[in-house]
């Protein structure tokens, strides 16, 4: 028992001691300070003098009127209404979002949308229930507003209420969570200020400004990618950037142009980041909490910054014709490329240490697309939540990479949680004319008895690739993973010789040269809501070493 309650308190102590002041204090605030609603009338809304360009477009999410597909999960209206308890947050959370407002083909919605507003309106009153939370809240006032630049009017009553909604939202700011809330909440108050005219709108736009010019040099590190280290939440702030820049534009003359100048830089920056963290299949990497389908595609992005005219460089090194390294030292990525071969390393931190809420146990994993296929991947993120299967998904256990004594490498707990967590070091790179390398090593496991270190090393050259781990220090068990993409084949020829055959036909060989090979389940996910069954390489150390060569043949 008092083991136990040692290592709760272990858990909560290296959880807890990472947080900011403002994080503890925020807390505090959100459960005793309760605001009311502002509802006086609404501001006079501006007029738009410049030009708004077409937005990012996500998913179709209303497919019929009242009827959702979010999360690859139907629901109804009148069936859920707009607050189910039985429906997991999630997923109310896009109800209250109004995504599809701008979403692909939103024009030919129309009706629908109109009889959403109205229904939103009369169902959900000010300050109650999910839809008035902060993030909710934000993501919905600049999906309105979004909709207007296009040629669609809002009612009087939405008018109001998205006033009534920007004066709750200034009370609710989430400071508790920092991060990519924090800066949603400020994007919405820079939309607000620039919708709306008059001292109020001002106030709303000056505090947005604030927000945003403090967590822009926190959030965007210098090499371009964003501090959570998930593709994902690098896609949705770059959409937010886009968003800010086009609506600074449609109003111009009420943000200085030294910084809509800034916030082209950051965003040129992002995208040359997301580029190179995209599979030749034109997905995101999943590493951290990351899937497809929560945000325009990088080719989407991409479009959308093209017709802002920013003048995004090539990035010559994401090509997988040539041998070649790109790094970016903040983030701690890592793509190798090679004839037919794109691999992406993860040498990275898992985040910031105050805010691991998307952080994952997947320290030293790596992704690697052949001939344009993903073959090895990261299991990826189907749910949030507190549950079990959440958990699966955070763990070392869900990734390609090494397990030590059944523990992942950093302690993610909870639905968003990390006590004690990894911090990789020793980084080396080499690239020859013929070959690439790198290496590096984690302390994750350093916590554990025998003090254990892993030490991944990775040695690609034209149609070949030898991972090599290491483990120093003393171990009980260990077991290094290769999670296949569920739409290869797998034989076992022998218990140190594999055949992985890819949908085109194209055929990899796959060695165990050192250690005890088994193949074994795994799931992968790479859309939420979406669990599919596939296959993983399990290599058990000899000597505290395993070594696995893939060989392919370049045609």
């Not at 979403?103 to 129309?110: G, K, P």
């Not at 109650?128 to 902060?134: D, H, I």
């Not at 809509?260 to 951290?288: C, K, S, Y």
């Amino acid at each position: 028992m008092l083991v136990k309650i040692y290592s709760r308190l272990s858990l909560y102590w290296h959880t807890l001691r990472y947080l900011k002041p403002v994080q503890i204090y925020g807390r505090a605030w959100f459960r005793f300070v309760h605001p009311k609603p502002v509802l006086k009338p609404a501001p006079e809304l501006r007029k738009p003098l410049g030009v708004w360009v077409g937005c990012a477009e996500r998913r179709q999410s209303v497919v019929a009127p009242g009827e959702y597909f979010f999360l690859n999960q139907a629901g109804a209206l009148k069936n859920l209404g707009w607050d189910d308890p039985g429906t997991e947050k999630l997923w109310r959370y896009n109800q209250h979002y109004f995504d599809d407002l701008n979403a692909i083909h939103a024009s030919s919605r129309t009706e629908w949308h109109v009889a959403l507003l109205k229904d939103w309106l009369v169902h959900n009153p000010p300050g109650q229930g999910t839809g008035w939370e902060p993030y909710p809240t934000s993501l919905r006032i600049v999906n309105w507003i979004k909709w207007t630049l296009v040629g669609n009017e809002l009612s009087p009553e939405c008018i109001h209420s998205l006033a009534v909604q920007t004066r709750w939202l200034t009370k609710r700011l989430e400071i508790h969570l920092l991060g990519n809330h924090l800066f949603a909440n400020a994007k919405a108050l820079v939309f607000a200020g620039l919708a709306f005219q008059g001292e109020e709108a001002a106030s709303l736009l000056k505090k947005g400004l604030r927000i945003i010019r403090r967590e822009l040099r926190e959030q965007v590190l210098p090499d371009g990618g964003n501090f959570e280290r998930s593709p994902m939440y690098h896609s949705i702030f770059l959409e937010d950037m886009l968003d800010l820049i086009n609506a600074a534009r449609a109003w111009p003359g009420q943000i200085d142009p030294k910084v809509v100048a800034n916030w082209e830089t950051v965003a040129r920056d992002m995208v040359v980041w997301l580029n190179g963290m995209t599979h030749p299949d034109g997905q995101i990497a999943l590493f951290n909490d990351a899937a497809f389908g929560v945000t325009p595609t990088p080719a989407e992005l991409n479009a959308y910054a093209q017709r802002l005219d920013l003048n995004i460089p090539v990035a010559a090194l994401v090509t997988d014709k040539l041998l070649a390294i790109q790094h970016w030292p903040q983030s701690g990525y890592i793509r190798l490329s090679a004839p037919q071969a794109v691999a992406l390393l993860d040498v990275a931190p898992i985040g910031p240490d105050y805010l691991p809420s998307h952080a994952n146990a997947d320290t030293l994993s790596f992704e690697l697309s052949l001939f344009g296929q993903r073959v090895i991947v990261n299991g990826g993120t189907s749910r949030y939540g507190s549950g079990p299967e959440r958990l699966r998904e955070r763990q070392t256990a869900a990734h390609s990479t090494l397990e030590i004594n059944s523990q992942s490498s950093s302690e993610v707990w909870g639905g968003f949680r990390v006590a004690r967590r990894a911090y990789p070091f020793n980084l080396k790179m080499h690239q020859n004319p013929d070959d690439l390398s790198v290496e590096c090593s984690h302390d994750g496991y350093k916590r554990l008895p025998g003090e254990p270190i892993h030490r991944r090393s990775w040695y690609l050259q034209e149609g070949s690739l030898i991972v090599t781990d290491l483990i120093s220090g003393h171990y009980d068990i260990a077991v290094s993973r290769f999670i296949f993409h569920p739409e290869v084949v797998t034989k076992s020829l022998s218990p140190s010789l594999y055949k992985v055959i890819l949908p085109s036909g194209h055929t990899i060989n796959l060695n165990v040269q050192e250690g005890i090979g088994q193949i074994a389940d795994a799931k992968y996910a790479s859309e939420f809501g979406k669990l599919r069954q596939t296959q993983c390489l399990q290599v058990f150390p000899e000597n505290g070493k395993v070594v696995v060569q893939m060989n392919w043949v370049c045609s």
